[in-house]
């Protein structure tokens, strides 16, 4: 079941963050974080069900990574590529990935101070 909601996952992640510019390599820098976010996933709803919600430090590194790469090789995407539509969206799905990644670093700190 878990495998199939990974599955899941990432098809939901790539269709949110990069719905037109989906290839296999987009595939393969968004995975780690799809990943780590079912991951995520699946803590929480077992913290849910009473079990303690364990130290994320681990996942959330790995999530930043991840990240860090994605907006790397879409930056450079950005400076190499002709598509204008691309230069003009992908900056902003860039920014969001990385909002998105600070906010989920500030609840786990603030989840682990409140433990």
Do not use: W
Not at 7 to 12: A, D, N, R, T, V
Not at 44 to 67: C, I, K, T, W, Y
Not at 89 to 113: D, F, G, M, R, Y
């Amino acid at each position: 079941m878990r495998a199939q909601y990974k599955k899941q996952s990432l098809k939901i992640f790539l269709n949110v963050i990069m719905p037109v510019f989906h290839t296999k390599t987009i595939e393969s820098i968004l995975e780690p974080i799809a990943q780590q976010i079912s991951k995520l996933v699946i803590l929480h709803e077992e913290a849910d069900n009473g079990n303690s919600m364990p130290d994320l430090s681990l996942p959330l590194q790995v999530v930043r990574q991840a990240a860090d790469n994605l907006i790397r090789v879409g930056r450079q995407t950005c400076e190499t590529t002709e598509d204008s539509l691309l230069q003009k969206e992908l900056p902003q799905a860039l920014n969001q990935v990385k909002n998105a990644c600070e906010a989920l670093e500030t609840a786990s700190i603030n989840l682990k101070s409140d433990s």
